[in-house]
């Protein structure tokens, strides 16, 4: 089954760069089926979308608006895996950070056939701690 | 973006009760609405697409409904399993996804 495992720091000083990793069993980052999202959760803001990259004969990226000026989303297809950078921290970005995977769910209902997106896979979820 | 809005915030209630939630987005969604359960400490978990398609391997007392601007999530006879925080999202407009503030679930 499709699994992902999320790596990277804790604990990060303010005005630095928040990296995390997120490691992808049982599918492929290039997939032309999925996007390979962020997602953070605080008691301030709540569950928020960050960004994501896709494969869909190239790469794409969309960012959130809060963070597009600070935000960067890589696949590497030689290890399988997205990373985040958040450049340019400060407290505000504490926060539980989840990757989750966006996919089209297929179902059927009368006579037609419907895709639904949703976050089917997430990962296990690491909180980051801005603070000197 | 679109607001979802989430009611109540929080809910007591007993084993085998009947639970309701409710949804309401700042604007027309259609049907682009999923609900997730997320327990503490975990990730979410999807339980709901498109506002009434039951997730793979999801017990059947969880429901859906709704279209528009507003939804309802109901937990048929509440379990002491599903204690937990309950999420609406919409994906009106992908890629910018949405989610309710939660309602928190806990047994009486």
């Known amino acids: 089954q499709v699994q992902l495992q999320q790596s990277g720091p804790g604990l990060v000083k303010p005005s630095q760069t928040l990296s995390l990793t997120c490691a992808i069993s049982g599918d492929s980052v290039s997939s032309n089926s999925a996007a390979w999202n962020w997602i953070r959760q605080s008691p301030s803001r709540g569950l928020e979308w960050l960004g994501r990259?896709?494969?869909?004969?190239?790469?794409?990226?969309d960012y959130a608006v809060s963070v597009k000026s600070r935000i960067t989303i890589n696949p590497d297809t030689s290890k399988n895996q997205f990373s985040l950078q958040l450049n340019s921290v400060t407290p505000e970005d504490t926060a539980v950070y989840y990757c989750?995977?966006?996919?089209?769910?297929?179902?059927?209902?009368?006579?037609?056939?419907?895709?639904?997106?949703?976050?089917?896979?997430w990962g296990q979820g690491t909180m980051v701690t801005v603070s000197s | 973006d679109i607001q979802m809005t989430q009611s109540p915030s929080s809910l007591s209630a007993s084993v085998g009760d009947r639970v309701t939630i409710t949804c309401q987005a700042s604007q027309d969604i259609s049907n682009y609405l999923n609900w997730y359960q997320q327990k503490p400490g975990k990730a979410p978990k999807l339980l709901i697409y498109d506002a009434s398609n039951l997730e793979t391997g999801v017990p059947s007392r969880f429901s859906g409904s709704g279209s528009g601007t507003d939804f309802t999530f109901t937990i048929s006879s509440l379990q002491p399993e599903d204690i937990a925080t309950y999420y609406c999202?919409?994906?009106?407009?992908?890629?910018?996804?949405?989610f309710g503030g939660g309602t928190k679930v806990e047994i009486k």
């Open positions: 989750a995977r966006g996919f089209r769910l297929t179902y059927y209902y009368g006579s037609g056939s419907y895709r639904a997106y949703a976050f089917d896979i």
């Open positions: 999202q919409q994906y009106d407009n992908l890629p910018r996804v949405t």
């Open positions: 990259t896709y494969y869909r004969s190239k790469w794409y990226n």
